[in-house]
């Protein structure tokens, strides 16, 4: 669902490690309140839907939800803009390019 948005951050591969200023945090580690927020503000983030039909907004967070627990999305906090969004990552882990 989230594939193909835009991180805004400066998520990096292994090779650029020493640059690198994002952190994958595991969603697991967030209380179930803080994990709610963060996705519901990475959904909100741009403000509109674009549908043809609305999709409620607890729907979307259902959907993310998934993703996170199967893995197909990561949350990513960037020490340098102290930000925190949600990433389409591959079986390993990391972002997708």
Do not use: N
Request: proline share 7%.
């Amino acid at each position: 669902m989230w594939e193909d948005r835009p991180s805004g951050l400066g998520l990096c591969d292994p090779q650029e490690r020493p640059r690198c200023t994002a952190v994958q945090i595991p969603w697991t580690s967030l209380s179930p309140a803080t994990l709610r927020a963060v996705v519901e503000e990475f959904i909100t983030r741009e403000g509109t839907d674009y549908g043809e039909h609305e999709t409620p907004l607890s729907h979307k967070v259902d959907t993310v939800m998934e993703q996170l627990k199967h893995g197909s999305v990561a949350i990513f906090f960037d020490e340098a803009t102290e930000s925190v969004t949600l990433q389409a990552v591959d079986r390993r882990g990391q972002p997708r390019r």
